[in-house]
């Protein structure tokens, strides 16, 4: 698998997840964390909750897809449609797991690398770092051990 270092798109993309995240903490009120905020989608409004309280949560949602669309309409080529290389099923897997991880983490990366580091929660400065240190090592194993990539 090639990459390609793309300094610029990676500083936009940083500004805008960093500006989607201030946004959501100051006119929401909430974190923007991706599985908590799929998780409480799926669980639906909350006890005491008002049905149009709990509809930004589907509406982030729908933005983030409806964004990944928009740049693959505007940019065709720019994102390929699977740049692991690996198949549907193993795709399918690896989401689950990563699902799975995140409950257990009680949050993704999204919600402890950048909103829980910024408001330095302790269970996120533990959190990240092992996020991180098992992607690498992940990598590691697939390029080096079973020479997947």
Same mark, same amino acid.
């Given at each position: $698998?090639?990459?390609?270092?793309?300094? =610029?798109a990676?500083?936009f993309?940083?500004?805008?997840?960093?500006?989607?995240v201030?946004?959501?903490?100051?006119?929401?009120?909430?974190?923007? !964390?991706?599985?908590?905020?799929?998780?409480?989608? %799926?669980? !639906?409004?909350?006890?005491?909750?008002?049905?149009? @309280?709990?509809? +930004?949560?589907? @509406?982030? %949602? =729908?933005?983030?897809?409806? *964004?990944?669309?928009?740049?693959? +309409?505007?940019?065709? !080529?720019?994102?390929?449609?699977?740049?692991?290389?690996?198949?549907?099923? @193993? /795709?399918?897997?690896?989401? =689950?797991?990563?699902?799975?991880?995140?409950?257990?983490?009680?949050?993704?990366?999204?919600?402890?690398?950048?909103?829980?580091?910024?408001?330095?929660?302790? &269970?996120?400065?533990? @959190?990240?770092?092992?996020? $991180?240190?098992? !992607?690498?090592?992940? /990598?590691?194993? %697939? &390029?080096?051990?079973? *020479?997947? +990539?």
């Open positions: $698998m090639s990459t390609t270092f793309t300094p =610029l990676s500083l993309g940083g500004a805008l997840i960093g500006t989607a201030v946004l959501t903490l100051f006119v929401l009120g909430r974190l923007a !964390g991706v599985s908590g905020i799929a998780q409480r989608t %799926l669980a !639906g409004p909350e006890a005491g909750e008002t049905a149009a @309280a709990w509809s +930004w949560r589907p @509406a982030f %949602l =729908l933005g983030l897809v409806a *964004g990944g669309a928009l740049v693959a +309409w505007l940019a065709p !080529g720019a994102v390929p449609a699977s740049p692991s290389g690996l198949s549907t099923a @193993a /795709v399918i897997v690896a989401g =689950l797991l990563v699902g799975w991880g995140t409950a257990q983490a009680q949050g993704c990366t999204s919600g402890h690398g950048i909103c829980g580091l910024a408001r330095l929660a302790p &269970r996120s400065l533990v @959190a990240t770092p092992v996020f $991180m240190l098992a !992607g690498a090592a992940t /990598v590691w194993v %697939l &390029r080096h051990g079973l *020479g997947v +990539w």
